[in-house]
């Protein structure tokens, strides 16, 4: 009925060629060995290469862990922005989220030289200190906005029905709030899995995560290798998303 | 009778939207400066026929003639008509100046002359000192009036009017009813106005188009269509009304409320299923045993500020409504009697319930997308005959295990001693039902149909 | 109940100061002229004089980076822009599962980490054989852009009057003109939205950039880092770099936050 669906075509074609033709690539490279033909090679040779098993393993374990601890972290934190009683500044809040507009390298560059002068080795633990420092703001923002949306009557319902602070928490806010907490999940874990600059900074190179890997290879022109290890990648993002979609939310 | 130069004509207007059709072959024909007024309930197409005419929407099928001229392709920016639209649409960005000058500027009118025109509309519109407003600030009222002197400037043949008060309270309502119907004789231009308030339809327009289901019900000025209205729709929706079965025995001579009565219709036939419909203010109390045709006992009496509103049960077991301006007393006995020119003779749409449908089985057949038993004999499997139920045999539930397939009651009329239900079924068709249970609008029900009521007609014989 | 607010009110200072030590550190040195982070030299200017000179003179590799950042971020914050404000239209008009695969597929660039979107585009590079360089950076911008674009200007779509449109096409406006002159406008608080995210987004980006600038030597201001910081050296510019960029993004916060604490009060 209206013409101006056809407004949007423009970006249709243009999601078409710049996004799901790039990803049918990813799928046809991690598929075809350096001549073309189709293989399953690329494929297997990842769930039999030690390394690239161990590097991705290690990478899943250091994403959990890192979302872990932001949530750990981040959601008192945003807890108590959001509570209007102990916390009445805007400004607070900005400064919270400024963090996330710094150059990421610059940041994790300077922390880790902040490491050096205190004398700490650079290993996982600073790893896993410098992923939490930079993913920290991406977990409290979205769970910050949930906070604050959220009806205050729903707890005010709770009280009124004989509630403690703690249950009126337990059981109320904290469920509500869910799908704040799976924003952030969703914008730590997958890029946590991901990064590789920040890895090789943090640790001076010594532990290597799976978005190096990947990296390395396609800079070193084995593209089948490289699209295949991007695949693996793709189809974790698909499950995650999936076991997301049961939890809807509108960031 | 259609006049020699028609302002505009529609000609076989339908379209659909999925698979609701919305309207279905739609005639009309507008004289040049009348206040004509597209009048029925919500999703009946009008709004959808007036976009039409402003060009928003195409038609699937038919054409639209101005002065003569096929517009149906003409885009809505070169056609000589404007919009009021039922939310104003002002432009957010823009004070009022420059919203009533914005289809001037785009013609490239040279300023002065603009300034002149928007000027005079605002004064026509009783808007002059609000040049410079931001309009966001303005009240209901005060933007219905700028988006009229928006529309007006740029002299339209023909003005558009999309339920423009529907968003006022009813002081301001009333007020500017008054102030279009003015603003129309003063400037002589044709109206076309979308309403669903028969009360405002009645108060502005020269002619009504009462429309329902993508239907014309029917056409005429309002006195027309307040006493002579042609079906129970048009009866039901327009004014109040006593709407009642009858028997219609030959020409001026009708039976209802298990009374005879002279009227002054013809043209029925002999011995027809008619429906009949009296004004409440046209039954009248009378002392002179004379003059009383039936007699019956009060059962409620309002005071309604013009009038008493009373309800009373006839001598023959109906509930009748009676508009009077004086009151008699709750429990009393009256006598009553409705002169031959106020009983108004309505052909009936249906007598019984009848839908197209296919025997898919040895005592089995299907129409409403549903499968019943029933008695098939005469037919063969693959056939396809004419289901028909009485109004009165069709079942409703409140619950759906034992129901045949659900609906949605979406009309309820009051025929004095039972109600005539119009259910939309799931799949989106319309059965009647007659039933003394109280239902609401909007009410999910269960529709059964028992097999001994279900009667197979070849489908030749047509469906009245 | 006082003890709660003290512990919160510590706990969120506490975070704040190790959020910001690495970027107060980075900017208390770069006061001083050593090279090397954490060495302290006595206080100088000289490293902001450095900078600025060699923006004078457009001499530096780093300035010539940071040039390109910005001329990327600008260009594709411009189409993205335009390509999403339309595209939000568009969307905004359609029903079912249209506006579902529409909707799906915008959400594609943001849900996918950055190194996929960086190697799902250099393969798609390499397929078509388009040579790296400029143009594929601000392209791959525009793709992960957009998106944010998108997602700004829909809601401004349904706070809108559904009518405007219509009434200025009734009063004789073309389709172009009345987007020019009556949706553009009604819709510029999310398209400014989308532009200044938008910008953001392509100022702060590696991994897209670093696999599809190709090998002509184009670098932005991330890629230079990395480059810079992989050598071993850090180029000392960077500090005072740093230190202004993290000014300016705070004040730019700022300012934002007060505009819209006043349209709040405005409603």
């Known amino acids: ?251 | 009778m259609m006049p020699k130069n028609p302002i505009i004509q529609i000609e076989h207007l339908s379209k659909s939207f999925g698979d609701k059709q919305v309207l279905d072959d739609i005639n009309l024909y507008v004289r040049k400066g009348e206040f004509i007024t597209l009048l029925g309930p919500s999703g009946c197409g009008k709004t959808t026929l007036l976009r039409m005419l402003g060009g928003f929407t195409a038609p699937d099928s038919g054409r639209i003639l101005l002065e003569g001229k096929d517009i149906s392709d003409v885009p809505p920016y070169r056609r000589p008509l404007n919009t009021v639209f039922q939310r104003y649409a002002l432009f957010p960005h823009l004070d009022v100046y420059d919203n009533v000058a914005f289809g001037l500027k785009l013609q490239k009118v040279p300023e002065e002359e603009i300034e002149k025109r928007v000027k005079k509309v605002l004064k026509l519109v009783s808007m002059s000192d609000y040049e410079d407003r931001d309009v966001n600030s303005l009240s209901g009222g005060q933007q219905q009036r700028v988006a009229i002197a928006r529309a007006l400037i740029n002299q339209p043949r023909v003005l558009l009017l999309d339920e423009p008060l529907a968003a006022l309270d009813l002081k301001m309502r009333k007020d500017m009813q008054i102030e279009l119907k003015e603003m129309h004789k003063k400037l002589g231009i044709t109206f076309i106005y979308v309403t669903h308030d028969q009360e405002e339809a009645l108060t502005l327009s020269d002619t009504i188009v009462v429309m329902n289901e993508g239907k014309i019900q029917q056409i005429g000025t309002p006195i027309d269509i307040y006493n002579e209205p042609v079906n129970a729709f048009v009866a039901d929706f327009i004014g109040d009304s006593n709407i009642l079965n009858g028997k219609m025995f030959r020409d001026r001579r009708v039976a209802f409320i298990k009374h005879e009565f002279d009227c002054v219709d013809e043209g029925f036939g002999e011995n027809v299923s008619v429906d009949v419909v009296v004004r409440p203010e046209d039954i009248y109390f009378t002392d002179d045993p004379a003059k009383c045709q039936f007699t019956a006992k009060v059962n409620s009496c309002t005071f309604k500020g013009v009038h008493y509103e009373m309800w009373v049960d006839t001598d023959t077991g109906y509930e009748l409504m009676i508009q009077d301006y004086d009151p008699y007393p709750v429990g009393s006995e009256v006598m009553l009697y409705i002169d031959p020119d106020d009983i108004q003779v309505m052909k009936k749409e249906r007598r019984f319930n009848s839908f197209p449908a296919r025997v898919t089985g040895e005592g089995r057949v299907t129409f409403l997308d549903t499968e019943f038993e029933c008695d098939t004999e005469g037919f063969s499997v693959g056939d396809e005959p004419v289901a028909t139920v009485r109004f009165e045999k069709v079942d409703l539930l409140d619950h759906e295990e034992e129901a045949d397939l659900t609906g949605n009651v979406v009309a309820i009329l009051y025929k004095g001693d039972h109600y005539h239900l119009t259910v939309k079924t799931e799949t989106g068709e319309n059965i009647w039902v007659d039933t003394n249970d109280i239902w609401d609008k909007g009410d999910f029900v269960g529709i059964r149909i028992l097999p001994k009521d279900i009667k197979l007609i070849k489908a030749e014989s047509g469906n009245e | 109940m006082k003890a709660k607010k003290v512990f919160a009110r510590a706990y969120i200072w506490l975070l704040l100061v190790v959020l910001y030590a690495p970027i107060v550190f980075i900017a208390v040195f770069s006061f001083t002229e050593a090279k090397s982070l954490g060495n302290w030299t006595g206080f100088s200017m000289q490293l902001y004089r450095n900078l600025f000179s060699g923006a004078m003179q457009n001499s530096s590799a780093l300035v010539s980076a940071v040039q390109n950042t910005l001329l990327i971020a600008l260009a594709a914050s411009i189409v993205a822009t335009l390509l999403g404000t339309l595209a939000a239209i568009g969307i905004f008009n359609m029903k079912g599962k249209k506006r579902q695969t529409m909707t799906f597929l915008n959400n594609i660039p943001m849900i996918n980490p950055d190194i996929i979107t960086g190697v799902s585009l250099f393969l798609l590079f390499v397929f078509l054989h388009i040579s790296q360089g400029y143009l594929t950076v601000i392209l791959a911008h525009i793709t992960f852009c957009t998106p944010y674009v998108v997602l700004n200007v829909l809601p401004k779509l349904s706070q809108m009057n559904p009518n405007v449109y219509e009434a200025a096409l009734d009063l004789g406006a073309t389709p172009a003109q009345a987007l020019r002159k009556v949706l553009f406008p009604a819709l510029r608080p999310g398209m400014i939205s989308g532009f200044i995210l938008s910008f953001t987004m392509s100022l702060d980006d590696f991994a897209v950039t670093f696999f599809t600038r190709g090998t002509i030597g184009l670098d932005t201001l991330s890629t230079y880092i990395y480059a810079d910081a992989r050598k071993g050296g850090l180029t000392p510019e960077l500090k005072p770099l740093m230190t202004i960029l993290f000014l300016l993004v705070l004040v730019v916060l700022l300012v934002i936050n007060m505009r819209q604490s006043k349209n709040n009060v405005k409603e």
């Open chain 1, 1 to 251: 009925m209206n013409k101006r669906t056809g407004w949007a075509l423009p970006y249709f074609i243009f999601l078409v060629l710049f996004v799901v033709l790039p990803l049918l690539l990813i799928v046809v490279y991690a598929l075809q060995d350096g001549s073309g033909h189709f293989t399953l090679a690329n494929l297997g040779k990842f769930f039999t290469d030690r390394d690239s098993l161990s590097t991705f393993a290690l990478s899943i374990e250091v994403a959990i862990e890192n979302t872990v601890l932001c949530i750990l972290i981040g959601y008192p934190a945003a807890y108590i922005l959001a509570d209007k009683n102990l916390n009445r500044s805007a400004v607070t809040v900005v400064l919270f989220i400024l963090p996330m507009w710094i150059n990421a390298l610059m940041r994790t560059l300077a922390t880790a030289e902040l490491f050096t002068m205190a004398g700490i080795q650079l290993g996982k633990g600073t790893l896993l200190f410098g992923m939490c420092y930079d993913y920290l703001p991406f977990m409290i923002y979205p769970i910050y906005n949930q906070l604050n949306k959220m009806d205050k009557s729903y707890a005010e319902a709770a009280q009124d029905l004989g509630a403690t602070p703690r249950e009126v928490f337990r059981k109320v806010t904290l469920p509500l709030s869910m799908p704040g907490v799976w924003s952030g999940v969703m914008m730590v874990f997958m890029p946590t899995v991901s990064t590789f600059a920040i890895s090789e900074f943090l640790t001076n190179n010594k532990i290597k995560l799976f978005g190096t890997i990947i990296q390395e290879n396609i800079n070193n022109s084995m593209w089948n290798y490289g699209a295949a290890l991007s695949l693996v990648m793709l189809i974790i993002i698909a499950i995650t998303t999936m076991l997301q979609k049961e939890e809807p939310d509108e960031s």
